[in-house]
């Protein structure tokens, strides 16, 4: 009986342990995926912030890039516009005489000398020389400035012969000037079939200041000009990052991602290195009419540098999540030994040792009456009493505070809660805390506390781990907000330079240049007037110069138009929409369907503009892309907001590829509508036609 007895206790003991260790390993388990979950979470904040940084710098570069193109371009107009204006002036019959003769005449080299002078002086030509078929020079603004080389002379012949033939001016590449080494451009007009004024430009007065200028704080950011010569790529701008490098600095060209094939004028963003061999982000842009390319960058290491920082802080925190998973995995597989070793002596234990808990009872006196052994064993008492009034084994700052609630409890014969920190054996103070509840009779009296203490000094160190983590990334996250709204901010001003800048030149567009040519309209008139009635090729000649005249005026008009529209501050929204679409139609043979809805009187004109300018971007991405000889445009106002959508029934595109596809047109809209805190939705299939509307709040 006896030994039965004992098998079918050994059987009970080894059942629970079996339970106790499963419920371990469910633990641990689910411990060590928790620590894995919270490091997969934050590599994936990580990875994102990462993203966020690298796209927000593209879209600088972007438009950085955009604007300087821009520059480039315009740039290149005026001088090109300089060309066909000294082309159709009187100097030119007065270089033909000059060209046509063996030794000009004084009086022709006098006023020839004095319209280069003027020419020179304000625009600040470097030198300006007239030359024939064959290169030589004729006439030279700087005598002193002569180059007699049969290499400088057959270039020159060329120019003159390619102006010649084109038939217009011709504005040449950057090279290096044989004389001093310096860059040096040539804008070539040809002079009526004899030979052309060669005018000498220093891209380093004019070109490369807008290379130079960086409208943000990029530490490492730099703009550069270059070209393609076979298999070689050519920088044609000085390199910030090395400043002894030669001007003309030559490069394999697989070192330019995307290949120059790939790139158009809308751009290219890309990721690789630079001349330095240095990981860079970068966006590149073929300029219009041009072999350049413009090539704007910013090391990557910049542009990572705070998700770097974070990336550390965040391995560091993953690392004390790990050490804290670890740590509590081995607290459990000691607790879950102690507990066995326990069970297999519990034969020399009351009902009451039996458990690992630290249990205690309380007299109604608040006397401690009982402490079993496990409790006893962490004081350091092998008794089951303590030798000492309880509140003596809690730390001095939490004493007073926590024998008053412990008496207050007991007063109000409630249950007892409370946290503190108490006396180890060793020395060390724990954190635990102590729960308790009212013991009654079955008479209803009142005999005292039964409670139990639990060890959580880990879970407070892991807490206070968490809140200065939480503290730090809080922080973080402020900051990367700060710099997103600085962007946003820079992306603005940007917008606002651009409308100035556009307004600026629609101005000297319709005031000066268009004065000046109605004024010369007007002398061809006068002129006219004054040709014979026989001199019918010269009465002819002078119509069709007349006719260019008015043609270039109307040109001028049109650009400055499209440059700001005045109509917009004078008649208003609606007014400016519909001359828009006219015109659009006229230029490109597509129709366009305006619908209005509402009155558009008031609305702040910055958000007028925004729905100008978004309006032009969509009607010409439809010219461009669309393939369709339709579209319609409607703007309504209601329940206070503006809503404008520009539709088309056109190619079309895939949903999923319309980000993947978007180019300056779709980047400038989207901005745009950011500006005035609208809303933006595309919705294209192929075949189906694309459709853009923005909402904007008032």
């Given at each position: 009986?006896?030994?039965?007895?004992?098998?079918?206790?050994?059987?009970?003991?080894?059942?629970?342990?079996?339970?106790?260790?499963?419920?371990?390993?469910?633990?641990?388990?689910?411990?060590?995926?928790?620590?894995?979950?919270?490091?997969?979470?934050?590599?994936?904040?990580?990875?994102?912030?990462?993203?966020?940084?690298?796209?927000?710098?593209?879209?600088?570069?972007?438009?950085?890039?955009?604007?300087?193109?821009?520059?480039?371009?315009?740039?290149?107009?005026?001088?090109?516009?300089?060309?066909?204006?000294?082309?159709?002036?009187?100097?030119?019959?007065?270089?033909?005489?000059?060209?046509?003769?063996?030794?000009?005449?004084?009086?022709?080299?006098?006023?020839?000398?004095?319209?280069?002078?003027?020419?020179?002086?304000?625009?600040?030509?470097?030198?300006?020389?007239?030359?024939?078929?064959?290169?030589?020079?004729?006439?030279?603004?700087?005598?002193?400035?002569?180059?007699?080389?049969?290499?400088?002379?057959?270039?020159?012949?060329?120019?003159?012969?390619?102006?010649?033939?084109?038939?217009?001016?011709?504005?040449?590449?950057?090279?290096?000037?044989?004389?001093?080494?310096?860059?040096?451009?040539?804008?070539?007009?040809p002079v009526r079939g004899s030979g052309a004024f060669i005018l000498e430009i220093d891209p380093s007065r004019f070109l490369y200041p807008y290379l130079a200028s960086w409208p943000g704080p990029g530490r490492t950011a730099e703009t550069l000009l270059v070209r393609r010569e076979g298999d070689d790529l050519v920088y044609l701008s000085k390199m910030r990052h090395a400043p002894g490098t030669a001007l003309f600095f030559r490069r394999p060209l697989r070192h330019l991602t995307p290949p120059p094939d790939a790139v158009s004028e809308a751009g290219s963003a890309a990721k690789g290195v630079d001349y330095r061999g240095?990981?860079?982000?970068?966006?590149?842009?073929?300029?219009?009419?041009?072999?350049?390319?413009?090539?704007?960058?910013?090391?990557?290491?910049?542009?990572?540098?705070?998700?770097?920082?974070?990336?550390?802080?965040?391995?560091?925190?993953?690392?004390?999540?790990?050490?804290?998973?670890?740590?509590?995995?081995?607290?459990?597989?000691?607790?879950?030994?102690?507990?066995?070793?326990?069970?297999?002596?519990?034969?020399?234990?009351?009902?009451?040792?039996?458990?690992?808990?630290?249990?205690?009872?309380a007299s109604p006196g608040e006397e401690n009456s009982f402490i079993n052994t496990p409790l006893g064993r962490f004081l350091g008492t092998d008794q089951q009493r303590l030798p000492k009034h309880w509140p003596e084994y809690l730390h001095p700052d939490d004493r007073a505070r926590a024998h008053a609630t412990f008496l207050e409890s007991l007063s109000a014969r409630r249950k007892y809660v409370d946290e503190f920190r108490i006396l180890r054996f060793d020395g060390e103070y724990r954190w635990v805390v102590d729960e308790a509840v009212p013991r009654f009779s079955p008479t209803g009296e009142f005999l005292g506390y039964?409670?139990?203490?639990?060890?959580?000094?880990?879970?407070?160190?892991?807490?206070?781990?968490?809140?200065?983590?939480?503290?730090?990334?809080?922080?973080?996250?402020?900051?990367?907000?700060?710099?997103?709204?600085?962007?946003?901010?820079?992306?603005?001003?940007?917008?606002?330079?651009?409308?100035?800048?556009?307004?600026?030149?629609?101005?000297?567009?319709?005031?000066?240049?268009?004065?000046?040519?109605?004024?010369?309209?007007?002398?061809?008139?006068?002129?006219?007037?004054?040709?014979?009635?026989?001199?019918?090729?010269?009465?002819?000649?002078?119509?069709?110069?007349?006719?260019?005249?008015?043609?270039?005026?109307?040109?001028?008009?049109?650009?400055?138009?499209?440059?700001?529209?005045?109509?917009?501050?004078?008649?208003?929204?609606?007014?400016?929409?519909?001359?828009?679409?006219?015109?659009?139609?006229?230029?490109?043979?597509?129709?366009?369907?305006?619908?209005?809805?509402?009155?558009?009187?008031?609305?702040?004109?910055?958000?007028?503009?925004?729905?100008?300018?978004?309006?032009?971007?969509?009607?010409?991405?439809?010219?461009?892309?669309?393939?369709?000889?339709?579209?319609?445009?409607?703007?309504?106002?209601?329940?206070?907001?503006?809503?404008?959508?520009?539709?088309?029934?056109?190619?079309?595109?895939?949903?999923?590829?319309?980000?993947?596809?978007?180019?300056?047109?779709?980047?400038?809209?989207?901005?745009?509508?950011?500006?005035?805190?609208?809303?933006?939705?595309?919705?294209?299939?192929?075949?189906?036609?694309?459709?853009?509307?923005?909402?904007?709040?008032?």
């Amino acid at each position: 009986m006896r030994a039965a007895r004992k098998k079918r206790e050994n059987a009970a003991l080894i059942a629970g342990g079996s339970f106790s260790t499963r419920q371990g390993r469910i633990l641990i388990l689910l411990l060590t995926s928790g620590a894995l979950a919270m490091i997969a979470a934050a590599w994936w904040y990580y990875a994102r912030q990462r993203a966020e940084m690298e796209g927000a710098a593209a879209r600088e570069l972007a438009t950085v890039s955009d604007v300087e193109s821009l520059q480039i371009v315009n740039w290149r107009r005026e001088r090109i516009g300089d060309g066909r204006v000294l082309m159709s002036s009187p100097i030119t019959r007065i270089a033909s005489r000059a060209l046509s003769s063996r030794a000009p005449a004084e009086a022709d080299r006098a006023d020839l000398l004095d319209d280069m002078s003027r020419l020179a002086g304000e625009f600040l030509y470097t030198d300006i020389a007239l030359v024939d078929l064959d290169g030589k020079v004729r006439i030279r603004l700087n005598p002193d400035e002569t180059d007699a080389s049969e290499l400088r002379k057959h270039a020159r012949g060329d120019l003159a012969r390619q102006a010649m033939s084109a038939g217009d001016v011709v504005l040449s590449d950057i090279s290096l000037d044989t004389r001093d080494g310096r860059p040096l451009m040539s804008l070539t007009v040809p002079v009526r079939g004899s030979g052309a004024f060669i005018l000498e430009i220093d891209p380093s007065r004019f070109l490369y200041p807008y290379l130079a200028s960086w409208p943000g704080p990029g530490r490492t950011a730099e703009t550069l000009l270059v070209r393609r010569e076979g298999d070689d790529l050519v920088y044609l701008s000085k390199m910030r990052h090395a400043p002894g490098t030669a001007l003309f600095f030559r490069r394999p060209l697989r070192h330019l991602t995307p290949p120059p094939d790939a790139v158009s004028e809308a751009g290219s963003a890309a990721k690789g290195v630079d001349y330095r061999g240095v990981p860079v982000l970068s966006e590149v842009r073929r300029i219009p009419d041009s072999p350049w390319f413009l090539v704007a960058k910013i090391d990557a290491a910049e542009v990572d540098e705070p998700v770097r920082r974070l990336g550390w802080e965040m391995a560091l925190i993953a690392a004390l999540i790990g050490l804290a998973g670890t740590a509590g995995v081995g607290l459990i597989w000691r607790g879950q030994q102690a507990r066995i070793h326990l069970e297999r002596e519990a034969w020399f234990y009351t009902v009451a040792n039996d458990t690992p808990a630290y249990l205690w009872m309380a007299s109604p006196g608040e006397e401690n009456s009982f402490i079993n052994t496990p409790l006893g064993r962490f004081l350091g008492t092998d008794q089951q009493r303590l030798p000492k009034h309880w509140p003596e084994y809690l730390h001095p700052d939490d004493r007073a505070r926590a024998h008053a609630t412990f008496l207050e409890s007991l007063s109000a014969r409630r249950k007892y809660v409370d946290e503190f920190r108490i006396l180890r054996f060793d020395g060390e103070y724990r954190w635990v805390v102590d729960e308790a509840v009212p013991r009654f009779s079955p008479t209803g009296e009142f005999l005292g506390y039964a409670g139990s203490l639990l060890d959580i000094t880990d879970r407070r160190q892991a807490e206070e781990q968490l809140r200065i983590a939480n503290a730090s990334l809080a922080g973080e996250l402020s900051e990367r907000t700060r710099k997103e709204q600085e962007i946003q901010g820079l992306t603005a001003r940007l917008i606002g330079a651009q409308e100035e800048e556009r307004k600026r030149l629609a101005r000297e567009l319709h005031d000066d240049f268009n004065q000046q040519i109605a004024a010369l309209s007007i002398a061809m008139g006068n002129l006219k007037r004054h040709i014979p009635e026989e001199r019918a090729d010269t009465r002819g000649q002078s119509d069709r110069i007349h006719q260019k005249l008015v043609h270039l005026a109307e040109s001028i008009r049109r650009m400055s138009h499209e440059l700001h529209p005045a109509v917009l501050e004078y008649s208003g929204l609606a007014a400016a929409l519909q001359a828009y679409c006219n015109e659009f139609g006229e230029l490109t043979g597509v129709r366009v369907s305006l619908q209005i809805d509402g009155s558009f009187d008031g609305v702040p004109s910055l958000t007028a503009l925004c729905i100008y300018r978004i309006t032009q971007e969509a009607l010409q991405n439809v010219s461009k892309h669309a393939k369709v000889g339709s579209a319609s445009v409607e703007l309504s106002r209601s329940n206070g907001a503006l809503r404008l959508t520009v539709s088309d029934t056109g190619v079309g595109m895939e949903p999923d590829r319309a980000e993947a596809a978007a180019g300056l047109g779709l980047v400038s809209i989207k901005e745009r509508t950011r500006l005035v805190k609208g809303s933006l939705e595309i919705i294209s299939r192929p075949d189906q036609g694309t459709t853009i509307t923005v909402r904007i709040p008032e």
